[in-house]
């Protein structure tokens, strides 16, 4: 169980590796990973909600993942409605507010439908703020910031000198979420994939074996007691 006396991350990001894995170890087809994976989900945004976290993002699909198979990735879209229609009560229970964070042109328009209805389900609740990273990517979450702001200045509207980096943050998809203290990547991988990499500057990492659909909520109090017992110094000498 997590050290509530000791302060917890206000924001949790994860990757969430190795449902494909996971399957095939199993003699099963990756689409049952996935399955395992989306059930998984659930108790981790409860244990998050119930500790008072402010912001979970969990990244699901990547801009790069529009490579995998044509199979796969319809599967996977299927897979995002029910899990938003299906979650729903989940979100209101635990006043959970329900984002998306990613492009949303590319998505078909069945997903689009009903990320805007859990979206704004949910939009007066006011504890976790839940974020799917969904045809997320960094460099192009990045690009398209840069792209407002120049068109900002274009217009007159600001001069480069105005531009801080509160600036590009606050242009940012996760634009109002405060940065991820804590990044946790399962299956054992020690990359980030193109994942937050504006926002992860000065975040824990911590990188457990397990693949995701095998991550529960006693492998994330053994990655909030790892983040507890770490002095975070932003650079400075302690």
């Known amino acids: 169980?997590?050290?509530?006396?000791?302060?917890?991350?206000?924001?949790?990001?994860?990757?969430?590796?190795?449902?494909?894995?996971?399957?095939?170890?199993?003699?099963m087809n990756r689409s049952k990973g996935h399955l395992a994976g989306a059930e998984a989900v659930r108790p981790i945004v409860t244990h998050c909600s119930n500790?008072?976290?402010?912001?979970?993002?969990?990244?699901?699909?990547?801009?790069?993942?529009?490579?995998?198979?044509?199979?796969?990735?319809s599967f996977l879209m299927d897979l995002y409605v029910e899990y938003?229609?299906?979650?729903?009560?989940?979100?209101?229970?635990?006043?959970?507010?329900?984002?998306?964070v990613g492009r949303r042109e590319g998505l078909p328009e069945k997903v689009l439908d009903e990320?805007?209805?859990?979206?704004?389900?949910?939009?007066?609740?006011?504890?976790?703020?839940?974020?799917l990273a969904l045809n997320y990517g960094s460099r192009t979450e990045i690009t398209d910031a840069v792209q407002t702001i120049a068109q900002k200045v274009q217009a007159g509207l600001m001069t480069p000198a105005d531009i801080t980096p509160e600036t590009i943050s606050n242009h940012l998809y996760t634009a109002g979420l405060p940065d991820p203290d804590l990044l946790i990547r399962t299956a054992g991988e020690m990359r980030l994939s193109?994942?937050?990499?504006?926002?992860?500057?000065?975040?824990?990492?911590?990188?457990?074996?397990?693949c995701w659909p095998d991550f529960d909520v006693a492998e994330l109090d053994k990655a909030f007691d790892a983040y507890t017992n770490r002095t975070r110094k932003f650079g400075a000498v302690v």
Not at 84 to 100: A, D, G, K, T, W
């Open 194 to 210: 193109n994942y937050l990499l504006w926002q992860l500057s000065y975040a824990e990492l911590y990188v457990a074996d397990v």
């Open 51 to 73: 500790l008072g976290l402010e912001a979970l993002t969990l990244y699901s699909f990547s801009t790069e993942n529009w490579t995998r198979s044509h199979d796969e990735v």
């Open 84 to 100: 938003l229609v299906s979650e729903r009560p989940l979100f209101l229970e635990n006043n959970v507010r329900f984002i998306q």
């Open 1 to 27: 169980m997590a050290d509530e006396t000791k302060p917890l991350p206000k924001h949790l990001a994860i990757i969430m590796d190795g449902n494909g894995r996971w399957a095939t170890a199993r003699g």
């Open 115 to 131: 990320l805007d209805a859990t979206a704004a389900m949910t939009e007066g609740n006011t504890g976790l703020t839940m974020a």
